[in-house]
């Protein structure tokens, strides 16, 4: 009878482990060959298609060492050939009220998607961001985005509360070893 518990309980454990780790569902997760850092993109989607072509607002949280990105991937209806300048400014709002600016960079071109009479443009912008800040995000969550758009003037997106629980949640998966 001790020995049924005890493997019930080895079984339950296992499981508890597969259930934590299907939490964390990673673009990009991989251990470089010979510097063996960790490699790791994660992907929160704010608005957009499942599937078809609609505007859309994503983000991502890409680990690379001790290197960490905030990328972000925009869409609107339209065609537009202005360039996202470099170091153009982001300011994220953190549930707790804190704030974390970062700085792009690389200027972000546009690139046209074009399906059937629908054309969207598409930027996507990276961004460093230090660990420590990172590690905010963790603790929080983010609530708002302040970007800065093609017009160098600032684009707002209000993040709803199911995707705030998740950049926290995948924020935490970034830096699980």
């Known amino acids: 009878m001790r020995y049924r518990i005890l ?15 299907q939490r964390c569902k990673y673009l ?12 790791r993109t994660i992907k929160n989607r704010i608005t957009g298609p499942i599937s078809g072509i609609s505007p859309y607002y994503y983000f991502y949280y890409v680990r690379s060492g001790s290197n960490h990105t905030f990328k972000v991937e925009v869409a609107d209806y339209g065609e537009s050939t ?10 994220i709002r953190l549930e707790d009220g ?4 970062i700085y792009s960079k690389n200027k972000a071109q546009p690139e046209q998607i ?3 009479s629908e054309v969207l443009t598409s930027y996507t912008i990276e961004y460093d961001i230090p660990e420590e800040e990172m590690k905010k995000i963790t603790a929080s969550g983010i609530v708002f985005i302040r970007a800065t758009d093609f017009n160098n003037s600032f684009s ?22």
């Open 98 to 101: 804190g704030l974390i600016r």
């Open 82 to 91: 202005a360039v996202i300048p470099e170091k153009s400014e982001m300011i």
């Open 7 to 21: 493997a019930l309980f080895t079984l339950l454990l296992i499981g508890l482990q597969d259930v934590a780790a």
């Open 28 to 39: 990009v997760d991989e251990k470089d060959p010979i510097t063996d850092d960790i490699i």
């Open 114 to 116: 074009k399906e059937l």
């Open 156 to 177: 707002d997106q209000k993040i709803p509360r199911p995707v705030t629980i998740q950049s926290r949640n995948n924020a935490k998966c970034i830096f699980r070893e």
